[in-house]
């Protein structure tokens, strides 16, 4: 995880044992806004779209659907700051039942921290998801995101 807020890598997986130097994941400043999330607590795609909402504090017009998480993870202007980091915790429960949308979901994530990451006119903005399991979960994970969006995946 070497200097990981400037590198411009997708998704990330850790297990809950990995030991981290917590200065390498911290941004060296600036405002920060954190979305905390539980992937036990989003078993279908609703309380996906209810989980987000509520953790980004999405507007109201918010459409509770695929289209419209990817257009507000792409803009959050109702949420400035100059770094974001969505963390997903019990990451292996996350949409288990479903994996097309589990898929769907990976690939929506890492286009977003791609987004952020190509500055299109303007200063890149940090973007990164950190998506946490147990020991054992942890590589099946990683492998599954691969399959799912690519070998960028981490």
Known sequence: ???WW???DGLTVCSHSALVQVGMVLPVQGRMVVARLDGARMPDDSHVFYEFADALLVPRYFGWNWDALSDCLRDLNWLPA???LVVVEN????L??????RHTLFRMLDRAVRHWASS???KPV???VLLVCDD???SPLRQEIANSIGPQAR
Do not use: H, P
């Open 1 to 3: 995880m070497n200097d």
């Open 6 to 8: 400037g590198s411009t």
């Open 82 to 84: 100059e770094q974001y």
């Open 91 to 94: 990451a292996a429960r996350l």
């Open 96 to 101: 288990s039942d479903n994996l097309a949308d």
């Open 120 to 122: 299109l006119g303007k």
């Open 126 to 128: 940090a973007f990164k």
């Open 136 to 138: 054992d979960q942890a």
